[in-house]
């Protein structure tokens, strides 16, 4: 895609966006101010139809900007490759670090489990 009409896709969705904001507006509605059960059928249509197209509205913008993000992400140059060494230290470190916080648990587990024992052993048995 040409960066003109990357500019005018992202202009759009501003645009659709402001459109979004005024059909949106319930004061602008019909029946404005009026109990559903009061209105007439036609006006109940009506009102129905008015939120619907604020919805396809707002889903037309939507979809332009989730359009301008892929543009967006695809245009990132990906990050060159890691060197092997690098990349297997930093799988090691990642490694050392899960262990790290499994016995991290596995302690914490113990601890608490130990607290909850002498909790329950107080409570039931009158132990100190």
Known sequence: MRQDQ???????????????????????WPGHGIA?????????GDRYWCKKDAVATLACAQRIFNLVQ??????????????????????????EVAAAEKEAQRLL??????ARKAAFDKHVHKKA
Do not use: C, N, W, Y
């Not at 587990?109 to 130990?114: I, M, S």
């Open 70 to 95: 892929v543009i967006r992400e695809r245009s990132i140059p990906p990050s060159p490759p890691k060197p092997e060494g690098e990349e297997a230290v930093e799988d090691s470190l990642d490694a």
């Open 36 to 44: 559903p059960a009061a209105m007439e059928k036609t006006t109940r």
């Open 109 to 114: 587990d113990d601890v608490q489990r130990g």
């Open 6 to 28: 990357f500019e005018a896709l992202q202009a759009r969705g501003e645009q659709l966006v402001d459109v979004f904001l005024s059909e949106s507006d319930p004061t602008k």
